[in-house]
């Protein structure tokens, strides 16, 4: 998810194992299957008076992300670099084109395409 469809998340608009998103970047809605791991993390949040899941502003977030890369000691690392690690990881998952575009919301192959990183030695193994 975007950074923005993730902060404006609402506990109302998760049902079962998935987080319908009303309001994103290409104004279409959408929603995202949650993996088990998510859900019980989800689980142990605190539920907030204004129905937000993350109850925090876009600065703190970039802010303690940053903190937490530099204890980490990971140089250039942005959060939206997080959305392209995980797509590919969803293919990795071996979801197909279509199942991918849907939990991700990309529109276009080409778009799609801009934001998979497959590694050779993964993709070598696949090859056996």
Do not use: C
Not at 90 to 119: C, D, P, Q
């Amino acid at each position: 998810m975007r950074m923005g469809e993730i902060l404006s998340l609402r506990w109302e608009n998760i049902n079962g194992n998935v987080a319908h998103l009303p309001d994103t970047k290409t104004n279409d809605p959408r929603d995202v299957p949650l993996s088990s791991r998510s859900l019980a993390i989800l689980k142990e949040l605190p539920k907030t008076i204004d129905g937000r899941v993350f109850p925090i502003t876009q600065d703190s977030l970039e802010y303690h992300f940053r903190r937490a890369v530099k204890k980490a000691e990971i140089e250039n690392l942005k959060f939206h670099d997080i959305r392209h690690e995980a797509t590919s990881r969803l293919f990795e998952l071996n979801l197909s084109t279509f199942e991918v575009a849907s939990i991700t919301g990309h529109k276009t192959l080409e778009m799609l395409k801009r934001y998979t990183h497959f590694e050779a030695t993964k993709l070598a193994d696949k090859l056996g």
